[in-house]
Antibody, heavy 120, light 107 residues
Framework: EVQLVESGGDLVQPGGSLRLSCAASGFTFSDHYMDWVRQAPGKGLEWVGR??????????EYAASVTGRFTISRDDSENSLYLQMNSLKIEDTAVYYC???????????WGQGTLVTVSS | DTQMTQSPSSLSASVGDRVTITCRAS??????LAWFQQKPGKAPKSLIY???NLQSGVPSKFSGSGSGTDFTLTISSLQPEDSATYYC?????????FGGGTKVEIK
């Protein structure tokens, strides 16, 4: 069974930093692209970014709203995905989901999410 | 960016009703369209990919159709457990984008 478990969410001040983690199990993590998707309280879903596999040099894509502030990385030896968030803004407040990408194409499995609150 | 517009934004229907949700893309996305179901306080669940393919384990009462710019999600016989918000998403180009959601309630 595919399992994705996010952690690291917290209350942080504007301008601060936070690192989210996603522990994957039940599948060959290194075979899949991985995404982060977020959802602000009471709002819809917003794609944050993607990291590809080793064969694609772990290349990344980001939403314009986070480019230059957020960095996605992965450790295939640890079956883990990360989201480093710097220069956090109030509008980054959201539940952050780790999402598996199937066939290098579409989302198929979601974690339960971790809440990031940016507030002074 | 490709804008995804869902309609209606909410609907109320009776148990057993056939329900249809529409999703329109601002530019052609071939069939790179997915649908997700989200219940309150829960993570989204993937329902359909490539416009019409059911994810494993998704009941056949859900179906999807469309190509290009216009897509639909149909629930053939609405049940209480289908009460949720449904989102479409295009994955044809970056950035991936979602529709605003359709909240489905049971009368």
């Amino acid at each position: 069974e595919v399992q994705l478990v996010e952690s690291g969410g917290d209350l942080v001040q504007p301008g601060g930093s936070l690192r989210l983690s996603c522990a994957a199990s039940g599948f060959t993590f290194s075979d899949h692209y991985m995404d982060w998707v977020r959802q602000a309280p009471g709002k819809g879903l917003e794609w944050v970014g993607r990291i590809r596999k080793k064969a694609q040099s772990y290349s990344t894509e980001y939403a314009a709203s986070v480019t230059g502030r957020f960095t996605i990385s992965r450790d295939d030896s640890e079956n883990s995905l990360y989201l480093q968030m710097n220069s956090l803004k109030i509008e980054d407040t959201a539940v952050y989901y780790c999402v598996r990408v199937y066939s290098s194409s579409y989302h198929d499995s979601w974690g339960q999410g971790t809440l990031v609150t940016v507030s002074s | 960016d490709t804008q995804m517009t869902q309609s209606p934004s909410s609907l109320s229907a009776s148990v057993g009703d056939r329900v249809t949700i529409t999703c329109r893309a601002s530019q052609g996305i071939r069939n790179y369209l997915a649908w997700f179901q989200q219940k309150p306080g829960k993570a989204p669940k993937s329902l359909i990919y490539a416009a019409s393919n059911l994810q494993s384990g998704v009941p056949s009462k859900f179906s999807g159709s469309g190509s290009g710019t216009d897509f639909t999600l149909t629930i053939s016989s609405l049940q209480p457990e289908d009460s949720a918000t449904y989102y479409c998403q295009q994955y044809n180009t970056y950035p991936l984008t979602f529709g605003g959601g359709t909240k489905v309630e049971i009368k």
